[in-house]
């Protein structure tokens, strides 16, 4: 799969592609990060019942800080992964329904101190293909995204550069201008 179509939210029910789907809500500009999150959440679970025909108190996004959320169905444990991301004035919920996965959104801009954040963390790879690129920009967000989706695939926090992470990065393709996104599952998830 080369990018997963993102599905505005609310809108028609997703149709995961490989066991994957990902919704994209508008939220409210500004510092009201909880509400956001809970408009996500709220959201994501609508998307999934619908997804899965079930109804919608079945669905739990459980989750304890440090780790993924995980879904819960009708009480039990599931292998659906999902992810989520927030950027200005929008969240993604990412899911697949066959294991883990990891998400990210960001607005395409300009990064003032690109190369030391490059550098630092995004490798040596990325940095040095960065200093040839056309639309700095936009690449800059692609890799970033890249990194994080991964980063939180692999239930890691931003750090300095280590090591490429095992996996694959599916790009999003998102129904909104001046945004880009990547998810991160397993080789062998989808």
Same mark, same amino acid.
């Given at each position: 799969?080369?990018?997963?179509?993102?599905?505005?939210?609310?809108?028609?029910?997703?149709?995961?592609?490989?066991?994957?789907?990902?919704?994209?809500?508008?939220?409210?500009?500004?510092?009201?990060?909880?509400?956001?999150?809970?408009?996500l959440r709220a959201a994501a679970?609508?998307? #999934?019942?619908?997804?899965?025909?079930?109804?919608?108190?079945?669905?739990?996004?459980?989750?304890?800080?440090?780790?993924?959320? $995980?879904?819960?169905?009708?009480?039990?444990?599931?292998?659906?992964?999902?992810?989520?991301? $927030?950027? @200005?004035?929008?969240?993604?919920?990412?899911?697949? #329904?066959?294991?883990?996965?990891?998400?990210?959104?960001?607005?395409?801009?300009?990064?003032?101190?690109?190369?030391?954040?490059?550098? @630092?963390?995004?490798?040596?790879?990325?940095?040095?293909?960065?200093?040839?690129?056309?639309?700095?920009?936009?690449?800059?967000?692609?890799?970033?995204?890249?990194?994080?989706?991964?980063?939180k695939y692999h239930a890691q926090?931003?750090?300095?550069?280590?090591?490429?992470?095992?996996?694959?990065?599916?790009?999003?393709?998102?129904?909104?201008?001046?945004? #880009?996104? $990547?998810? $991160?599952?397993? @080789?062998?998830?989808?």
């Open positions: 799969m080369k990018a997963l179509a993102v599905q505005l939210w609310p809108g028609a029910t997703p149709t995961p592609q490989d066991g994957l789907f990902a919704i994209l809500i508008q939220t409210g500009a500004g510092p009201q990060r909880d509400a956001a999150r809970r408009q679970c609508e998307a #999934l019942a619908a997804v899965l025909r079930v109804p919608i108190d079945e669905i739990t996004i459980a989750s304890t800080p440090g780790t993924p959320p $995980h879904i819960l169905l009708a009480g039990r444990e599931s292998q659906i992964g999902c992810s989520f991301s $927030h950027e @200005d004035g929008y969240a993604l919920a990412a899911f697949n #329904l066959r294991g883990l996965i990891g998400a990210d959104l960001m607005r395409v801009q300009t990064i003032p101190d690109w190369q030391a954040v490059a550098r @630092d963390y995004l490798g040596p790879r990325i940095a040095a293909a960065l200093q040839t690129a056309i639309d700095l920009p936009t690449a800059f967000t692609q890799a970033w995204t890249q990194r994080e989706a991964a980063l926090q931003i750090s300095e550069w280590q090591a490429d992470l095992p996996g694959r990065s599916i790009s999003l393709a998102l129904p909104a201008t001046g945004l #880009l996104g $990547h998810i $991160h599952i397993g @080789d062998k998830s989808a």
